[in-house]
């Protein structure tokens, strides 16, 4: 099976930087874990791959209400499940069969296993907040195998 490429990135706030989507132009699928900003920024995305995004809590004009709060997708035989900020996570992946929990909210970016779940939080590729790096990752999946990377942008 050919690996899929999946692009993963949170908190744009309506900023959509240039190395942001060089960093995705590769990609076969792109997740946007909440706090989009502005539509123009879906259309973006969606001219590089398909995409499934997620509405965040600065996602509050007309144009948002048509985004989940939270999705469920599978990608090469991983089951993802995505939602914004991960303290309002009310269930246990693992007994519910998620391989992989992407997450925005706190700009921070980060990924650990816990209970054969990977937990992903790109970090924010919009304005830069206090001194956290601007970020994204990349998830390759391969017959149900997940890697990820973390990339740090400008």
Same mark, same amino acid.
């Given at each position: 099976?050919?690996?899929?490429?999946?692009?993963?990135? $949170?908190?744009?706030?309506?900023?959509?930087?240039?190395?942001?989507?060089?960093?995705?132009?590769?990609?076969?699928?792109?997740?946007? !874990?909440?706090?989009?900003?502005?539509?123009?920024?879906? @259309?973006?995305? #969606?001219?590089?791959?398909?995409?499934?995004?997620?509405?965040?809590?600065?996602?509050?004009? !007309?144009?948002?209400?048509?985004?989940?709060?939270?999705?469920?997708?599978?990608?090469?035989?991983?089951?993802?499940?995505?939602?914004?900020?991960? @303290?309002?996570?009310?269930?246990?992946?693992?007994?519910?069969?998620?391989?992989?929990?992407? $997450?925005?909210?706190? @700009? #921070?970016?980060? @990924?650990?296993?816990?209970?054969?779940?990977?937990?992903?939080?790109?970090? $924010?590729?919009?304005?830069?907040?206090?001194?956290?790096?601007?970020?994204?990752?990349?998830?390759?999946?391969?017959?149900?195998?997940? $890697?990820?990377?973390?990339?740090?942008?400008?």
């Amino acid at each position: 099976m050919k690996p899929l490429l999946v692009g993963v990135l $949170s908190d744009t706030h309506g900023l959509l930087r240039p190395e942001a989507l060089e960093a995705l132009r590769d990609c076969d699928h792109i997740l946007h !874990a909440g706090d989009i900003g502005r539509e123009d920024v879906i @259309h973006r995305l #969606k001219a590089i791959a398909p995409l499934t995004a997620i509405r965040g809590n600065v996602d509050r004009d !007309a144009w948002a209400y048509s985004w989940p709060d939270t999705a469920e997708l599978e990608l090469a035989g991983c089951n993802i499940y995505m939602l914004h900020n991960l @303290h309002e996570l009310d269930f246990d992946p693992a007994t519910e069969g998620f391989d992989v929990v992407v $997450s925005g909210h706190s @700009h #921070k970016p980060h @990924h650990y296993e816990k209970d054969g779940v990977l937990y992903l939080n790109p970090g $924010s590729t919009g304005p830069r907040r206090f001194s956290l790096p601007i970020a994204l990752a990349r998830l390759t999946l391969v017959d149900s195998t997940i $890697s990820a990377e973390m990339l740090t942008l400008g």
